[in-house]
């Protein structure tokens, strides 16, 4: 049976910020989110939260995911003193029964390395280890003429030859949950901080005969901890590079791994181009061939085969079809369905809107709550006018219709197959199929008229 306890009841000071350290974002979601995606892929019977400062913000962040339990450590005194306080919620069947301690702001472990710490056990304690060729705050990794580990002495306490020591204690141990229960009510807060370290219980197991194995991480990032906002925004190139990294192994093509964002889960088909300074957002799925031009950003989108995103463009929530044309500078908001071959040009915006086959709005147009037929052209400076100041009312424009430039739709209203709006048209009933409608003042010149010149 595997439990997990993840220590989350820091203040972070450093980062001189009234929300929780653990709830600060690492590629868009929380740093503890993060820890929790590894925690629950090792399929774990508890897992318990620590929380301390900022308690009831954390436990209302997550208070829609049942599997968590929360302990509340009031006041903080030392990481065995954290762990003690879950102890109430850890399962324990029989002796083979493990846990796991995580810690809430050393967001990126992932769960191969977790996976190699339980191997690593052997029935006995497992800790993951570095080796830094700066190992200054750390505690360090004692072991004895065979090379095994007897101890772990933090950085305040330790002699100069401990100090020389390059082996690190990362934090994040395994643990036979029987006697981590033992061994926490036995700590001691004799040391230079007068705290309750976890790390005591080390010495702890070499004295009752216990194996005490190590593991290491995968990539150096697993184990960073973030105190800081500058080491937060540290973190979060390393990650984004890691994440660029994977995309471009799996055979995207990323024009530069530096400056890309990814905020959520990316999936991309075959020859896909990414350009520099995008950010993905929410679930975004891009089909074979898509190109994405730069600066554009994408939240919750799903772009067909082969469709373009000049640069600049913003998509939120969009559906968009195959080999269509999107920007440079294109908005489109929630609800924005478009079918294949569409093209939605530069200063266009389209909300709850259905853009059919073919059809383009190629300038300078807003077309929202509307459903729009195929092979439909909608002209420069083109509206819907969808809102009368308390509800929304829909456009329907056919197939085939052409929509003049400067046109107002005022909705709720209806355009019928064929139509043409002359430009400049204010279309406040419906326009009959195959027919021109035109709505327009009378042009009219006044001849001797002068233009007015400035009083000196």
């Not at 740093?31 to 620590?50: D, K, Q, Y």
Request: aromatic share 4%; hydrophobic share 40%.
């Amino acid at each position: 049976m595997l439990n997990i306890v993840i220590l989350a009841a820091g203040q972070g000071k450093r980062m001189q910020s009234n929300l929780p350290k653990v709830l600060h974002p690492i590629a868009g979601r929380p740093m503890l989110t993060h820890v929790l995606e590894s925690a629950r892929a090792l399929g774990a019977h508890c897992i318990a939260v620590v929380v301390g400062h900022g308690a009831e913000q954390v436990k209302l962040a997550y208070a829609t995911q049942p599997d968590l339990q929360f302990a509340l450590q009031q006041p903080q005194l030392g990481t065995g003193h954290a762990v003690l306080q879950a102890v109430p919620l850890l399962q324990e069947a029989d002796a083979d029964d493990v846990t796991i301690i995580l810690y809430g702001d050393v967001p990126l472990v992932q769960p191969d390395t977790l996976r190699a710490l339980m191997l690593a056990r052997a029935n006995g304690v497992a800790i993951l280890t570095e080796i830094l060729s700066d190992a200054t705050g750390y505690g360090r990794i004692v072991r004895n003429a065979k090379g095994s580990v007897t101890a772990i002495v933090e950085h305040k306490d330790a002699t100069p030859e401990q100090r020389a020591i390059q082996e690190v204690n990362t934090g994040i141990m395994a643990v036979p949950t029987r006697q981590l229960k033992t061994w926490l009510a036995k700590l001691t807060n004799n040391n230079a901080q007068g705290e309750y370290y976890l790390t005591d219980i080390v010495g702890m197991a070499v004295a009752e005969g216990v194996s005490v194995n190590v593991a290491h991480p995968t990539a150096s990032f697993e184990t960073l901890g973030v105190n800081s906002r500058l080491q937060q925004a540290e973190l979060e190139r390393l990650w984004q590079h890691e994440l660029a990294r994977r995309q471009l192994e799996a055979g995207v093509t990323i024009a530069d791994p530096s400056r890309f964002d990814l905020r959520g889960t990316l999936q991309c088909g075959q020859d896909v181009f990414i350009d520099v300074g995008c950010v993905f957002e929410g679930r975004v799925v891009l089909a074979d061939g898509v190109r994405i031009g730069a600066h554009c950003v994408l939240r919750n989108v799903t772009l067909g085969r082969a469709t373009q995103v000049e640069p600049f463009s913003h998509l939120d929530q969009a559906q968009v079809g195959a080999e269509a044309h999107i920007g440079p500078y294109a908005r489109l908001r929630p609800g924005a369905k478009l079918a294949d071959g569409t093209h939605v040009g530069n200063f266009v915006e389209i909300k709850n809107t259905t853009l059919g086959k073919g059809s383009k709005a190629n300038h300078l147009a807003y077309v929202g709550d509307a459903d729009v037929g195929e092979r439909v052209n909608i002209g420069a400076g083109t509206i819907t006018c969808n809102y009368d100041g308390v509800n929304k009312h829909r456009t329907v424009i056919e197939d085939d219709a052409f929509i003049g430039s400067d046109t107002q739709l005022v909705a709720p209203v209806r355009v019928g197959k064929g139509a043409t709006l002359g430009a400049g048209t204010t279309l406040t009933r419906d326009a009959p199929a195959g027919q021109l409608t035109v709505s327009r003042a009378k042009q009219t010149t006044i001849e001797g008229w002068k233009r007015p010149v400035k009083k000196a």
